[in-house]
Protein backbone atom coordinates (compact mmCIF):
# COMPACT_ATOMS: atom_id res chain seq x y z
CA UNK A 1 0.00 0.00 0.00
CA UNK A 2 1.08 3.24 -0.93
CA UNK A 3 1.92 5.81 1.63
CA UNK A 4 4.08 8.44 0.33
CA UNK A 5 3.95 9.49 -2.93
CA UNK A 6 6.78 12.26 -5.05
CA UNK A 7 5.74 14.17 -7.30
CA UNK A 8 7.45 17.22 -6.74
CA UNK A 9 8.91 19.00 -9.89
CA UNK A 10 6.18 17.88 -12.08
CA UNK A 11 3.77 19.77 -13.77
CA UNK A 12 0.64 18.15 -12.85
CA UNK A 13 -1.28 21.53 -12.56
CA UNK A 14 -4.97 22.48 -11.45
CA UNK A 15 -6.32 19.17 -13.32
CA UNK A 16 -3.57 16.65 -11.77
CA UNK A 17 -4.36 17.39 -8.07
CA UNK A 18 -8.29 17.79 -9.00
CA UNK A 19 -7.72 13.52 -9.77
CA UNK A 20 -5.36 13.57 -7.07
CA UNK A 21 -7.80 14.77 -4.33
CA UNK A 22 -10.27 12.33 -5.75
CA UNK A 23 -8.18 9.53 -4.66
CA UNK A 24 -7.56 11.18 -1.44
CA UNK A 25 -11.34 10.67 -0.87
CA UNK A 26 -11.58 6.97 -2.01
CA UNK A 27 -11.99 5.03 0.85
CA UNK A 28 -9.54 2.82 -0.03
CA UNK A 29 -6.24 5.09 -0.41
CA UNK A 30 -3.93 4.68 2.49
CA UNK A 31 -2.06 7.73 1.14
CA UNK A 32 -0.21 9.77 4.07
CA UNK A 33 2.28 11.51 2.97
CA UNK A 34 2.24 13.84 -0.54
CA UNK A 35 5.15 15.57 -1.88
CA UNK A 36 3.41 18.11 -4.80
CA UNK A 37 6.78 21.00 -4.49
CA UNK A 38 6.27 22.64 -7.68
CA UNK A 39 3.68 20.79 -9.69
CA UNK A 40 2.16 23.91 -11.00
CA UNK A 41 -1.18 23.62 -9.07
CA UNK A 42 -2.29 26.91 -8.45
CA UNK A 43 -5.28 28.02 -6.39
CA UNK A 44 -7.85 25.74 -8.03
CA UNK A 45 -5.31 22.92 -7.65
CA UNK A 46 -4.92 23.99 -3.41
CA UNK A 47 -9.17 24.19 -3.44
CA UNK A 48 -9.15 20.71 -4.39
CA UNK A 49 -6.49 19.51 -2.15
CA UNK A 50 -7.83 21.07 0.87
CA UNK A 51 -11.63 20.07 0.08
CA UNK A 52 -10.34 16.63 0.22
CA UNK A 53 -8.53 16.69 3.52
CA UNK A 54 -11.98 17.62 4.90
CA UNK A 55 -13.37 14.56 3.61
CA UNK A 56 -13.80 11.83 6.26
CA UNK A 57 -11.99 8.69 4.27
CA UNK A 58 -8.46 11.15 3.48
CA UNK A 59 -5.62 10.05 5.84
CA UNK A 60 -3.27 12.42 4.20
CA UNK A 61 -1.17 13.92 7.68
CA UNK A 62 1.46 15.49 5.35
CA UNK A 63 0.71 17.70 2.45
CA UNK A 64 4.14 19.68 0.76
CA UNK A 65 2.36 22.52 -1.45
CA UNK A 66 6.15 24.66 -2.07
CA UNK A 67 6.50 26.52 -4.70
CA UNK A 68 3.00 26.45 -6.43
CA UNK A 69 1.94 29.77 -6.58
CA UNK A 70 -1.29 28.58 -4.57
CA UNK A 71 -2.63 32.67 -4.45
CA UNK A 72 -4.80 34.16 -1.96
CA UNK A 73 -7.76 31.64 -2.90
CA UNK A 74 -5.72 28.47 -2.29
CA UNK A 75 -4.48 29.72 0.76
CA UNK A 76 -7.85 30.74 2.19
CA UNK A 77 -9.02 26.76 1.28
CA UNK A 78 -6.49 26.08 3.30
CA UNK A 79 -7.34 28.39 6.24
CA UNK A 80 -11.23 27.60 6.40
CA UNK A 81 -9.92 23.54 6.00
CA UNK A 82 -7.93 24.53 9.51
CA UNK A 83 -10.43 26.59 11.02
CA UNK A 84 -13.03 23.71 10.41
CA UNK A 85 -12.96 20.07 9.17
CA UNK A 86 -9.35 19.37 9.41
CA UNK A 87 -9.64 15.13 10.46
CA UNK A 88 -6.22 14.28 9.91
CA UNK A 89 -3.04 16.32 8.54
CA UNK A 90 -0.24 16.98 10.78
CA UNK A 91 2.01 18.83 8.47
CA UNK A 92 1.36 21.58 5.88
CA UNK A 93 4.16 22.89 4.35
CA UNK A 94 3.71 26.60 2.01
CA UNK A 95 7.06 27.73 1.60
CA UNK A 96 7.90 29.84 -1.56
CA UNK A 97 4.29 30.27 -2.07
CA UNK A 98 5.09 34.14 -2.48
CA UNK A 99 1.65 35.56 -3.78
CA UNK A 100 -0.18 34.67 -0.51
CA UNK A 101 -0.32 37.71 1.57
CA UNK A 102 1.62 37.50 4.42
CA UNK A 103 -1.54 38.24 6.64
CA UNK A 104 -3.07 35.42 5.59
CA UNK A 105 0.60 33.07 6.01
CA UNK A 106 0.26 34.30 9.64
CA UNK A 107 -3.46 33.16 10.05
CA UNK A 108 -2.68 29.98 8.92
CA UNK A 109 0.22 29.66 11.16
CA UNK A 110 -2.07 30.35 14.06
CA UNK A 111 -4.76 28.23 13.10
CA UNK A 112 -2.37 25.21 12.62
CA UNK A 113 -1.33 26.14 16.34
CA UNK A 114 -4.56 26.06 17.34
CA UNK A 115 -5.59 23.24 15.74
CA UNK A 116 -6.45 19.85 18.02
CA UNK A 117 -4.03 18.01 15.67
CA UNK A 118 -1.12 20.03 16.11
CA UNK A 119 0.07 20.63 12.99
CA UNK A 120 3.37 21.93 12.00
CA UNK A 121 2.62 24.58 9.35
CA UNK A 122 5.78 25.94 7.69
CA UNK A 123 4.29 29.04 5.62
CA UNK A 124 7.40 31.44 5.57
CA UNK A 125 9.73 31.22 2.72
CA UNK A 126 13.34 29.93 3.98
CA UNK A 127 14.87 29.30 0.65
CA UNK A 128 14.75 27.98 -3.12
CA UNK A 129 14.26 24.67 -4.25
CA UNK A 130 15.03 23.60 -7.62
CA UNK A 131 12.20 22.09 -9.98
CA UNK A 132 12.61 19.58 -12.47
CA UNK A 133 12.20 21.08 -16.17
CA UNK A 134 9.92 17.96 -17.27
CA UNK A 135 7.20 15.64 -15.36
CA UNK A 136 4.34 13.39 -15.82
CA UNK A 137 1.04 15.08 -17.55
CA UNK A 138 -1.86 15.28 -15.96
CA UNK A 139 -3.57 12.31 -17.54
CA UNK A 140 -0.01 10.00 -16.94
CA UNK A 141 -0.77 11.50 -12.95
CA UNK A 142 -4.21 10.65 -13.62
CA UNK A 143 -3.60 7.06 -15.25
CA UNK A 144 -1.32 6.56 -12.42
CA UNK A 145 -3.48 7.26 -9.71
CA UNK A 146 -6.18 5.20 -11.09
CA UNK A 147 -4.26 1.71 -12.28
CA UNK A 148 -2.01 1.36 -8.92
CA UNK A 149 -3.68 -1.03 -7.13
CA UNK A 150 -1.61 -0.42 -3.93
CA UNK A 151 -2.54 3.76 -3.86
CA UNK A 152 -6.44 2.50 -3.77
CA UNK A 153 -6.02 -0.80 -1.76
CA UNK A 154 -7.64 -2.16 1.34
Do not use: W
Not at 108 to 118: D, K, P, Q
Amino acid sequence: KLQTLHLEGTNIGPDGAKHLAEALRHSNCKLQTLHLEGTNIGPDGAKHLAEALCHSNCQLQTLYLEGNTIGKDGAEAFADMLRYDNRTLKELNLQENPDIPPALLTKIERLAELNSESINCSAVEVGKKKRAEYGPTVDEVYSFVRSNPYLLST
